[in-house]
């Protein structure tokens, strides 16, 4: 991704993160501790200012009971 500016993408694949996270109730160090990256770097995923890992995706998917292809913003709920 260009420096810059997050593309939308990214940007609502972080928003559905952050909603799912919240519901369930779960801080962002409880999260990143499970996807084995630092809190920041999370952070970063949510706000759509870094990609987002493949494995990642995979994992969050099933650590928050989510449709991978929900997740992704590529099928609806």
């Known amino acids: 991704m260009p420096r810059g500016k997050p593309s939308q993408w990214h ?14 109730g779960w801080s962002m160090a409880e999260v990143a501790k499970d996807l084995d990256v630092s809190w920041q ?14 494995d990642a995706a995979v994992t969050l998917g099933d650590l928050f009971g989510m ?8 099928r609806q709920k």
């Open 41 to 54: 770097m999370y952070a970063r995923y949510e706000n759509g200012t870094a990609r987002l890992p493949a």
């Open 11 to 24: 940007v609502d694949v972080g928003a559905r993160l952050r909603e799912r996270r919240r519901v369930l």
């Open 67 to 74: 449709d991978l292809l929900v997740l992704l913003g590529v």
